[in-house]
């Protein structure tokens, strides 16, 4: 490997892409006890976590998403309210902030 270059202790490589920004544009009611997430992304984003609001002023982890076109919250109370806001994550597990939340109610 040093022949060709490449040396993993190189401080001149280049280094993983800024992460980008995730939010959620709008929630909905894709089937009894299910919320999908209408996502805004752009730059470099891999996977979307999910937090939801279970107490005032607690966040809990709910879900991972790495397939950005299926962002669909499972096993939810229809008739109940839920809060949600989502982080960005990319390479070398960077983060952004998270998104603003947003609240909407289960069918």
Not at 9 to 15: D, E, I, K, L, P
Not at 40 to 62: D, F, Y
Request: hydrophobic share 45%.
């Amino acid at each position: 490997m040093t022949t060709s270059g490449y040396h993993l202790s190189s401080a001149g490589g280049n280094g993983p892409a800024p992460v980008g920004t995730v939010s959620i544009a709008s929630l909905t009611n894709v089937a009894s006890g299910k919320l999908g997430l209408n996502l805004a992304i752009t730059g470099n984003v891999w996977a979307v976590v999910v937090e939801s609001l279970t107490a005032p002023n607690v966040w809990t982890k709910v879900a991972v998403f790495t397939d950005l076109n299926n962002t669909v919250m499972t096993g939810l109370t229809p008739g109940a309210s839920y809060t949600f806001r989502v982080s960005a994550m990319a390479a070398a597990n960077q983060v952004s902030e998270w998104s603003v939340p947003i609240t909407g109610i289960c069918t």
